[in-house]
């Protein structure tokens, strides 16, 4: 999914701590005129939900744009390269998705009523440590990766990297008690 989807949760959970609830409008189609709880696709938003996607899209088309492929002259092997601005670019990636976290959530909140005290030192820490580590292993997955930097690196490590990242983080999110977000569907004129 995307930081925006960190951003809900994170809201979610802030208004249900302060005793509120999240609305969102029922769907004119469907005709229905009681309210009923949404819960998303556990299994698949669970997974994706955590992947910053935005900042994956971002540091991607910097990757390929500003830094190109990666060429080995020949009679040298990839770890002899100098991946130096490639390691900077990593790092400071890191942080920016961190930032985005916190700018998309401050948004959201901006949007939200204030209803909670200090609405503007809430920061979703959670949120914005769990974004840098998915970015940090699907960063080292990508082709060109400054991780080539290493011998071991290539094979089985971008495998193993990715998959293990997207298992664990969800148990990590649950595990911390920071699940995806239960909305309250309203009836037609407003009420839930």
């Known amino acids: 999914m995307s930081i925006a989807s960190m951003a809900d949760g994170a809201l979610q959970r802030k208004r249900v701590a302060t005793g509120g609830t999240t609305q969102v409008g029922a769907r004119p189609d469907t005709g229905e005129a009681k309210s009923r709880t949404i819960t998303p696709l556990k299994g698949a938003s669970e997974l994706a939900r955590w992947i910053p996607t935005e900042a994956i899209a971002l540091y991607i088309a910097i990757l390929a744009g500003a830094f190109g ?5 020949k009679g040298r092997k990839l770890e002899d390269l ?17 930032a985005l976290v916190w ?6 909140n901006r949007e939200a009523p ?9 920061i979703p820490v959670f949120e914005m440590g ?3 580590l998915a970015m940090a292993a699907w960063a080292a997955a990508l082709p060109d990766s400054p991780f080539a930097d290493f011998s071991w690196y290539g094979g089985w490590f971008p495998a193993i990297v990715l998959t293990t990242t997207t298992a664990i983080v969800p148990l990590i999110a649950a595990a911390a008690g920071r699940m995806a977000p239960t909305y309250e569907e309203a009836t037609p004129n407003g009420e839930a």
């Open 114 to 122: 204030a209803k909670a005290p200090n609405k503007k030192r809430n």
């Open 103 to 108: 700018l998309i959530y401050a948004a959201k």
């Open 69 to 73: 492929a990666l060429s080995v002259p």
């Open 130 to 132: 769990v974004a840098a």
């Open 82 to 98: 100098d991946y130096t601005s490639r390691w900077i670019f990593y790092f400071v990636m890191l942080g920016v998705t961190a």
